[in-house]
């Protein structure tokens, strides 16, 4: 679903943030990378929908060259989860979670109604919290809205980076298990980035092990712990 070919990165300074890069995603897996910070876990997901262009290689998704894909048509079919949610502040989450139902040429109403079905989704009562700002959420909370947004489009393909990194560790957790539970639910094909190796072995079906760079390892979780 998700395959990078012998992918490089340099960025204009010179910098290499990934050299030589091969690995796939298979379909409805979910794959963590994990490694130190500035070991290329960002650059990496980000030229997944064309944020970041490799400077040499190729990405594909479902089989097709991300670089000959038109980034509005690629965006729409790749849910994207970033660790600082940017919601529209003057707007309520349920207006929030309805933007992109609406982008996608959904009435008012059916948009309003798909963004309640998404917030409970994700586990927040639409009742209770649609009709509040984001500023009246917790950081989990607005967490929660994030994800449902980046499901408004049902799209196949999530990259999500840190998304549950700004929030404290019993917060982490629930969350962690919310998404576990809901993927195992709606089987989308998940990049997930993070420097924890205890959130990337709870959720990966596979893990990978950035070093500086490259994948030192990719593997499921107990060869990753080294079990035998
Ligand atoms: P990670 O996500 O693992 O923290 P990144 O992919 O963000 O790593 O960064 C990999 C390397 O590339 C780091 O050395 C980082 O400083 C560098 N880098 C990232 N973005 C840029 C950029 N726009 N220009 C130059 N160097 C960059
Ligand atoms: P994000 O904040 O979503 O992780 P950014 O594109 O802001 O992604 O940057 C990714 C990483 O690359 C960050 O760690 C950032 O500090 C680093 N970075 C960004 N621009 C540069 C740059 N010009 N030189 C070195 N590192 C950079």
Same mark, same amino acid.
């Given at each position: 679903?998700?395959?990078?070919?012998?992918?490089?990165?340099?960025?204009?300074?010179?910098?290499? *943030?990934?050299?030589?890069?091969?690995?796939?995603?298979?379909?409805?897996?979910?794959?963590?990378?994990?490694?130190?910070?500035?070991?290329?876990?960002?650059?990496?997901?980000?030229?997944?929908?064309r /944020?970041?262009?490799?400077?040499?290689? !190729?990405?594909?998704?479902?089989?097709?060259?991300? *670089?000959?894909t038109d980034p509005v048509?690629l965006r729409?079919? #790749?849910?994207?989860? #970033? +660790? +600082?949610?940017?919601?529209?502040?003057? !707007?309520?989450?349920?207006?929030?979670?309805?933007?992109?139902? !609406?982008?996608?040429?959904?009435?008012?109403?059916?948009?309003?109604?798909?963004?309640?079905?998404?917030?409970? /989704?994700?586990?927040?009562?639409?009742?209770?919290?649609? =009709?509040?700002?984001?500023?009246?959420?917790? =950081?989990?909370?607005?967490?929660?809205?994030?994800?449902?947004?980046?499901?408004? *489009?049902?799209?196949?393909?999530?990259?999500?980076?840190?998304?549950?990194?700004?929030?404290?560790?019993?917060?982490?957790? !629930?969350?962690?298990?919310?998404?576990?539970?809901?993927?195992?639910?709606?089987?989308?094909?998940?990049?997930?980035?993070?420097?924890?190796?205890?959130?990337?072995?709870?959720? =990966?079906?596979? #893990?990978?092990?950035?070093?500086?760079?490259? #994948?030192? +390892?990719?593997?499921?979780?107990?060869?990753?712990?080294?079990?035998?």
């Amino acid at each position: 679903m998700i395959r990078f070919e012998q992918v490089t990165k340099r960025y204009p300074d010179g910098t290499t *943030a990934v050299e030589d890069l091969s690995f796939e995603v298979a379909e409805g897996e979910l794959v963590t990378l994990v490694g130190p910070s500035g070991c290329g876990k960002t650059t990496t997901m980000k030229m997944v929908n064309r /944020l970041i262009e490799p400077t040499s290689g !190729r990405v594909l998704v479902n089989g097709e060259d991300v *670089a000959a894909t038109d980034p509005v048509r690629l965006r729409r079919s #790749i849910g994207y989860v #970033i +660790q +600082q949610v940017g919601l529209l502040p003057h !707007r309520t989450v349920l207006d929030n979670t309805a933007t992109v139902p !609406r982008l996608l040429g959904g009435t008012r109403r059916q948009s309003r109604e798909r963004a309640a079905e998404l917030l409970d /989704l994700v586990g927040l009562d639409p009742a209770v919290y649609g =009709g509040r700002y984001p500023d009246q959420l917790s =950081g989990g909370q607005r967490q929660r809205v994030g994800v449902a947004r980046a499901l408004a *489009a049902d799209p196949p393909v999530l990259l999500m980076d840190e998304p549950f990194g700004a929030v404290d560790p019993v917060v982490r957790e !629930r969350l962690q298990n919310e998404f576990l539970a809901l993927q195992a639910e709606l089987r989308k094909t998940v990049l997930l980035v993070t420097h924890d190796l205890e959130e990337a072995v709870r959720l =990966g079906d596979r #893990i990978a092990v950035y070093g500086h760079g490259r #994948i030192e +390892q990719l593997d499921a979780p107990a060869a990753v712990l080294g079990a035998p």
